[in-house]
């Protein structure tokens, strides 16, 4: 369905997608449809689909925010793949939905620092002060749903933990995903 097609038939469910890394630019795109959602009248929920990698936790945490902020539900729909930063990012659905063959993949955050820039100590301590912030939150978002224990978790994800969508369903009492979808 073209854009003009999708304005002439006044659909109430507005669709959008993540595909690929979690960075800056993809997330803007997402943030600038969820809001256009919002703003038209005869949108009533918003359909997200993530086939993602994962990547930047900023990003990631910037995407979850409008997601809860949205004025509109919004569900998400995972397809592929939903690794590390857009495990998170699935959290923040009011419905979780999988497809029968997403690969979910969860792991210790990473920091990046840029290269070969002279760095005084008290800014490493701040850094490192920084990533155990934000390291605790990406944890807490990505298991709050769940119901998954802290402790358990992360005992789990180190190294990497790769998971079907019927292990995700299963994944602590309350899952990563809420239902696995065919259709």
């Known amino acids: 369905m073209t854009e003009n097609e999708h304005h002439e038939k006044k659909s109430p469910i ?4 993540l595909v690929g890394l979690v960075e800056n630019s993809s997330v803007k795109d997402v943030m600038k449809d969820i809001d256009k ?3 038209e009248e005869h949108i009533k929920e918003i359909i997200l689909t993530i086939a993602s990698p994962g990547g930047g936790i900023y990003p990631g ?15 998400i729909i995972t397809e592929g793949y939903c690794m590390s930063a857009a495990v998170m990012i699935l959290q923040a659905a009011r419905k979780r939905i999988s497809r029968p063959h997403t690969v979910f993949m969860v792991h210790p955050s990473s920091y990046v620092v840029e290269k070969e820039i002279p760095r005084p100590y008290s800014e490493f301590l701040t850094m490192v ?40 369903l299963k994944f602590g009492p309350h899952g ?8």
Request: glycine letters at 2%.
């Open 14 to 17: 507005f669709y959008t997608w």
């Open 37 to 39: 959602a919002n703003s």
């Open 61 to 75: 945490i910037a995407l979850y925010d409008h997601i809860k902020a949205s004025k509109k539900p919004i569900d």
């Open 129 to 168: 002060e920084d990533y155990k912030n934000q390291h605790d939150l990406v944890v807490r978002l990505s298991i709050t749903r769940s119901g998954i224990r802290r402790k358990e978790y992360e005992a789990m994800y180190n190294p990497r933990k790769y998971f079907t969508s019927e292990e995700a």
């Open 176 to 183: 990563l995903i809420d239902e696995i979808r065919e259709k």
